[in-house]
């Protein structure tokens, strides 16, 4: 099939479709929405920073506006998404559990462990005894110190857990304040069973497939690192697949190799190619967010290089602890170092950057404020404070727009 040939902002407009990022949201959302999203991205990367939201709850305000961030735990309680490592540690779909627990029976989602388990043998029958015992447990329920587990400073314990976890002997069953819970996995789905899993090998093509959908188009490059596939296992099932009419090859102006898409993308880059896609969507990103976590996509397809600076060292960061992308229609125009300072309910701009090449305008000023307003009404922050640190011009573009202490 020849599909259309692209200019580079048209795939940006299919990617940004794709992930559900094209217009803000035309309704309130509900949760079956918040479910929906997670389907379309296919993952939702959980982490634990709260200097604003947590990721996870903050990927789906981008996409969906209002919403109350219980919902996500109520449908993790509800069985209806599952945690588990796929990009990295994900919210999932329920029904992608077959995909990722033959990954995970393969062997594929433990290697974090590989050494700590021989020196700690003794903490891992400890937990497990204790969940076949009693049920679901936290981290807080034992007691040792913290640090004798090795891996992230955890106490042996955790790390246990998590080991069992990595393995699917145990599941998360629910957050309470957001800290897991976890209980065997048989008890979890008692009537589960692992004979009737997809190969290995189709579980790959069938990730691959949703990598891309989830993309929109897609270079080859970009698509392992969306599950973390094996490099190698995905460069070659890739062009089994353009053979087998499951992928289709895409052309993009200035690109020498053709990009990748589905089926289910067509009509995304029918529009896109006959100027019907129009971007008008303005809204802060997580820096774990799907659009921006691998930085050489963003760089090949925003010309932005974003890399997370909370795990960089302080007198190395250039933009702050915890920056967000702007995203401004089909553009990254800035990073906003922000803080939700919930106590006084005060929404602190510590630092806005914008892009090189950026000029500002009042559109864009009008539509950049909205969206820190809705965010910071969101975090249950209303006011808004820009620090002294925020540069003068974009202070005196802003200001007119907020809502300012």
Known sequence: MQLPTLTLPQVRLVHLSAQGLLAAPSACADKEA???????????QIDTIHVVARSP??????????????WLEELLAEGRIFEQWAHAACFLPQEDFPLIRRLILAGTRDTYFSGWIDRNLDAVATVRQALIANGAVRSADFKSEKGAGG????????????????RGEVMVVRRE???????????????????????LDEVYRELIRRSVRALGIARPSWVADYYRLPK?????LLSEMVRSGALLEASVEGWQEPALTVAENLPLIAAAAEGKLKASCTALLSPFDPVVWDRERARQLFGFDFMIQAYTKAEKRQYGYFPLPLLYEDRLIARVDAKANRATKCFEIKGFYLEPGIEPHEAMAKAVAAS??????????????????????????????????
């Open 34 to 44: 918040v479910l929906q999203s997670i389907r379309r991205m296919g993952v939702l």
């Open 57 to 70: 709850y903050f990927v789906l305000f981008s996409r969906l506006g209002e919403y109350a961030p219980a």
């Open 151 to 166: 891996w992230w400073n955890w106490k042996a314990e955790k790390s246990a857990l998590e080991y069992l976890f990595s």
């Open 177 to 199: 304040n957001f800290q897991r819970v976890y209980d065997l996995t048989q008890r979890v789905l008692p009537d589960w069973e692992d004979d009737s899993l997809p190969s």
């Open 232 to 236: 190698m296992t995905v460069k070659t």
């Open 372 to 405: 820190l307003q809705r965010t910071a009404s969101w975090h249950r922050t209303p006011q808004i404070s820009l620090s002294p640190e925020v540069n003068s011009g974009c202070r005196e573009w802003l200001s007119p727009y907020l809502v300012t202490d």
